[in-house]
């Protein structure tokens, strides 16, 4: 073999090898870009399989190209992490988020920025295996790392706040639900003119903390602000005064204590008319739609069943069930709405469960697993549970907490179901709850019903 030993011989030899390397790299990055491109088509299309596909081959490329630990082998494996969030493949969407947080923490450190989004789908597919506790640390170290890298008041953290906020009204954890929103409206309000409509986000957060704290007054006084601020920019006919009318009608469903001294304290009734007003703004504004229209009515009858009016809401279901027979769109419409159950009034059961028959989502241990129980009953006229039947469980041995959520069932308020415009009873309504319980020590999947 022909030895290379002049320096100009060298020189060329390594020449030859840069360009090899570059066009060999270049190749490599064209198809990878390929690749990211048909990916997120396939993503934006829901195509989950095909974008599942894709993710595995791009990180086959990232790790030959770049090895393992390196950012592009992370990003590829979040991107095949999302593809099995929608494939609902949720145990290895947590694999594969997991695995590219702990690449990005071995090439960076534990507190880099590029941590915050595999972190946000991490708490997200959590959240999909009702592990609440899991996904609330996930969430808050996402928080964590934000603060530490833009400050305490930056906006990017917004969405994992919402996303926080909900888990906990998931959760039934109302308190900490409303600190989470009075730190959002702190940081929508900053630098924001009071009266311009850019505060709007701030206050309607603000209002639904209120309500959350049950601080109904000054939930009250924050919808009249919002109806103020839209009134003064855009009119007293503004389609915007739909949403704050609506619920600040819905607030007086709530009563402080408090208030139970005024000379005049509220009620229930006193909704009415903001309720009636946002069905006048829906009917006299050309620019609202059919749907508008038909949601203003619907949010005033079931305004009527929450206050223990159900008779008086017979009459405007009929409106709108007339309203909604006129074409097959508007039918598909009333038959998802009037002619099938729908909970206006949630419940929230516990989400875990111990041998004391308590909650206890603090440090929780790891031997707690999964179980559920569905329940059949009617639907009375009036919108109530009635008859109810404990249909199915897994595991036994927990009658205590079947028996917390069947009470639970009973402060359940649906919407009347109407077949030609008449409200009938609903037979044979189902309601299923998934919680964790905490297993014995000495217990085995055999003797818990598990398969």
């Known amino acids: 073999m022909k030895r290379l030993n002049s320096p100009i011989q060298l020189n060329k030899f390594f020449v030859m090898v840069v360009v090899f390397s570059m066009i060999f790299k270049a190749a490599n990055s064209q198809e990878n870009n390929s690749l990211t491109v048909i990916y997120l088509d396939a993503i934006a299309s829901q195509m989950y399989s095909e974008a ?72 997200e597919a959590q959240l999909k295996i009702n592990r609440a506790d899991q996904a609330e640390i996930t969430f808050n170290r996402a928080l964590h790392i934000s603060h530490v890298n833009d400050g305490p008041h930056n906006l990017e953290q917004m969405e994992s706040l919402n996303s926080l906020a909900d888990l906990y009204i998931d959760s039934n954890e109302n308190k900490k639900a409303a600190d989470i929103e009075k730190r959002i409206y702190y940081l929508q309000s900053r630098n924001v003119d009071p009266d311009s409509l850019e505060m709007i986000p701030a206050l309607e957060t603000l209002a639904n903390s209120q309500r959350k704290s049950n601080q109904f007054e000054r939930e009250r006084r924050t919808w ?54 946002a069905i006048q703004i829906s009917e006299n504004n050309p620019g609202a739609t059919w749907m508008q229209q038909v949601e203003t009515k619907i949010n005033l009858a079931d305004f009527y069943v929450l206050s223990d009016r159900a008779t008086r809401s017979y009459a405007v279901y009929r409106e709108v069930w007339d309203q909604l027979s006129e074409d097959d769109l508007k039918l598909q419409y009333r038959a998802a709405s009037l002619e099938e159950p729908v909970i206006i009034e949630k419940i929230n059961p516990p989400t875990y469960f111990d041998e004391t028959s308590k909650a206890d989502e603090k440090n929780l241990p790891e031997n707690y697993r999964e179980a559920y129980v569905s329940f059949n009953f009617d639907v009375s006229k ?63 999947p055999k003797n818990s019903n598990e398969s």
Do not use: C, W
């Open 52 to 123: 599942d596909q894709i993710a595995k081959q791009r990180i086959e490329l990232a790790i030959r190209d770049y090895g393992l630990n390196s950012h592009e082998s992370a990003n590829a494996m979040i991107d095949l992490a999302i593809a099995q969030l929608g494939l609902e493949d949720f145990e290895s969407s947590i694999t594969n988020y997991e695995t590219a947080i702990n690449i990005i923490e071995r090439v960076e450190n534990q507190l880099d920025k590029r941590l915050i989004n595999p972190l946000k789908g991490l708490a």
């Open 224 to 277: 009249r602000k919002v109806i103020k601020i839209i009134q003064n920019h855009k009119g007293k006919d503004s389609l915007d005064l739909l949403n704050p009318l609506t619920e600040l009608g819905r607030s007086y469903l709530y009563i402080d204590f408090a208030a139970m001294s005024y000379d005049d304290p509220p009620v229930a009734s006193k909704g009415d008319s903001f309720l009636r007003k």
């Open 382 to 444: 009036r919108g109530l549970a009635k008859n109810i039947n404990r249909a199915s469980f897994n595991p036994d041995g927990l009658d205590a907490m079947y028996k917390i959520i069947g009470n639970q069932l009973r402060y359940l308020v649906y919407r009347p179901i109407f077949r030609d415009r008449e409200p009938v009873i609903a037979n044979n309504v189902s309601y299923e709850h998934r919680f964790f319980y905490k297993q014995r020590i000495s217990e085995s």
